[in-house]
């Protein structure tokens, strides 16, 4: 990577940083976001998933931020509320199909318990935990409801002693966990 582009990363970077922090003042994120390139910001705040913070940040700063940039900015702002809508729709799902315990993990409990609008939280899947025991029975039931196992092969999952199974459902996937470490070799 030439030293320009890995110092462009480098100010947008600190510019994500600075756009969601709270301790940060409007007129610092408005000198960050002049001086960093418009798609490697959108790039890196996807993969960060802060694109949905960004943009809400961002629309109160207005003239210096650039409208093709703030276009952008909510177009992933809407796609991550869309993917929310299927999640809480599959979390629905959950609730019918189970008659188990189980623990909503990470990006859906972390939105509502930790983010006074839910909808700046982005996340790609929903994480549930069960206990072993109720393990197969978990999996049995989510089958039976319509989700669909994202295994290619089962052989790898045994392999490596998964403590996870990614299954689909509608635009959702659900990562259906018995630990919270996926691999065996970590968990020991």
Request: charged residues 25%; glycine residues 4%.
């Amino acid at each position: 990577m030439s030293r320009g582009r890995r110092d462009d990363r480098g100010r947008v970077r600190e510019l994500l940083l600075a756009a969601v922090s709270l301790e940060r003042s409007d007129a610092h994120v408005a000198t960050l976001v002049e001086n960093v390139d418009p798609d490697t910001l959108i790039k890196l705040a996807r993969h960060h998933r802060v694109a949905s913070l960004l943009h809400d940040r961002l629309r109160g700063i207005g003239d210096h931020v650039s409208s093709p940039l703030t276009a952008q900015l909510r177009l992933e702002s809407l796609g991550a509320r869309a993917s929310q809508l299927h999640a809480y729709r599959t979390i629905a799902a959950l609730r019918e199909a189970f008659d188990i315990p189980f623990l909503i993990l990470k990006g859906p409990a972390l939105a509502v318990a930790w983010y006074e609008d839910p909808s700046l939280r982005m996340y790609v899947d929903v994480d549930v935990l069960v206990r072993r025991s109720d393990f197969r029975k978990a999996l049995d039931a989510l089958t039976n409801a319509g989700f669909t196992h994202l295994l290619p092969s089962w052989d790898g999952l045994f392999a490596l002693g998964m403590a996870e199974v990614p299954l689909d459902h509608q635009a959702c996937t659900v990562d259906l966990h018995w630990h919270l470490i996926a691999r065996a070799q970590p968990r020991r």
